[in-house]
């Protein structure tokens, strides 16, 4: 295995401090590995807004599994060259959504109307028959919803 595929795999076991049921990796976040020797690691990361709180802790759990992992030189950098999203997401990433119980977003094109919000199925029921209670959650990336069939109340993760 090479030195960046063995950076991901370590990567692929950091959890995201507010949804522990995802990695960084599958939640899209990490969007450069590097290594210009066996124990040199370099890591991009791309917050998924400006404002995130939790950036710091990321940075502190990447550089601590990659310590753990035997790497000597550590470089872990928040960028915003690249601009993330929701699409970057990756299928395990949506299911672990789905399993910590929120509603994973919806693929897009880049266009995303505030109605797509109210077709979000309940992650605990898989029904459609759902209710946008308000498009603001308790973070930014959330919204509020109501199943009408398990009568649940459920967080969506909103497409961005």
């Known amino acids: 295995m090479d030195t960046s595929a063995r950076?991901?795999?370590?990567?692929?076991?950091?959890?995201?401090?507010?949804?522990?049921?995802?990695?960084?990796?599958?939640?899209?976040?990490?969007?450069?590995?590097?290594?210009?020797?066996?124990?040199?690691?370099?890591?991009?990361?791309?917050?998924?807004?400006?404002?995130?709180?939790a950036l710091r802790v990321m940075e502190e759990l990447v550089r601590d599994a990659l310590t753990d992992a035997g790497f000597q030189e550590i470089e872990v950098e928040t960028s915003f060259e690249t601009q993330w999203n929701t699409n970057l997401i990756s299928e395990k990433g949506r299911a672990a959504l789905l399993k910590h119980g929120l509603a994973p977003p919806v693929k897009h094109e880049g266009y995303i109307e505030l109605d797509v919000l109210s077709d979000t199925p309940c992650p605990?029921?898989?029904?459609?028959?759902?209710?946008?209670?308000?498009?603001?959650?308790?973070?930014?990336?959330?919204?509020?919803?109501?199943?009408?069939?398990?009568?649940?109340?459920?967080e969506g993760f909103k497409p961005i």
């Not at 795999?9 to 976040?29: F, N």
């Not at 209710?131 to 109501?146: D, E, I, K, M, N």
């Open 7 to 53: 950076i991901k795999a370590i990567l692929e076991t950091v959890m995201d401090p507010e949804i522990p049921t995802i990695s960084l990796v599958d939640l899209g976040i990490v969007t450069k590995i590097k290594s210009r020797a066996a124990q040199h690691a370099y890591v991009q990361l791309t917050p998924t807004f400006s404002g995130c709180p």
């Open 124 to 154: 605990l029921c898989n029904s459609r028959n759902t209710t946008l209670q308000s498009p603001f959650g308790p973070t930014l990336c959330r919204s509020l919803h109501y199943c009408n069939n398990c009568r649940n109340a459920f």
